[in-house]
């Protein structure tokens, strides 16, 4: 894996033309979420890039005064879970996130569940009271979780289920899990905290198929 390889996509580029990074230690798209590209950044971490989409356009495009809101709330209310995040912020609305990366890191499985069972329930409590207090839910599944999650409910098998916004990882001999998606969403149609019809739509059907996801896969109440 060569992180010394500059992502050669030039939406990338130019939008990180307004940010004052280290451009030499960008290295290759990693992977891409549902909202961001992902790029290998400096020794061990990575950063996280709005995406330019069709459908990113559609939904209204997350501005940086959210992800800093969403960023303290995380940090208020689950500051031993959240990953190391730092946000570097335009002048124009536009965001970019540096994470460190999880290192020997797995998905939160039916399988390793046992071993960080505590953990799971504190983060799903944390996020009920966030509901509360702020109408805003953390995505606990992930796309690629979502889908996991959704094949193992239909074929009533959790040995498929995953999580992949909640990672499993050992820190100072204990298991323990590290969220890696930080953004916030409407978990209910009653919400609408400044975002369009077509989002709040999407957001809150998202939360309530998750929430039986969740429920038939890790018998969690979300």
Known sequence: ????????????????????????ALGDVASEGTQ????????????KIPK??????????????DIL????????????????TRVLCADNGCYVMIQEVVQNSRFLTWANLPVVRDDFLRIIESNKQIVRDYCLTLDLLGNL?????????????????????????????????????INLTQPHLRCARGVGALRLIV??????????????????DV
């Open 1 to 24: 894996m060569n992180r010394g390889i500059v992502c050669m996509n030039d939406y990338i580029t130019n939008y990180l033309a307004q940010f004052d990074i280290d451009h030499s």
């Open 145 to 181: 979780g979502f889908w996991r999650c959704f094949t193992a409910s239909l074929l009533r098998r959790k040995k498929l289920a995953a999580i992949n916004n909640l990672l499993v990882v050992k820190h100072d001999g204990d298991w323990t899990i590290r969220i890696v998606d």
């Open 69 to 84: 809101r969403d960023l303290e709330i995380l940090n208020q209310y689950l500051p031993e879970y959240v990953v190391n």
């Open 36 to 47: 961001h590209y992902i790029c290998y950044y400096q020794a061990n971490k990575v950063i």
């Open 203 to 220: 957001d809150s059907l998202y939360f309530q198929m998750a929430r039986l996801l969740i429920k038939d896969n890790f018998d969690a």
């Open 52 to 65: 330019n989409s069709l459908v990113i356009t559609a939904l209204g495009r997350i501005q940086s005064e």
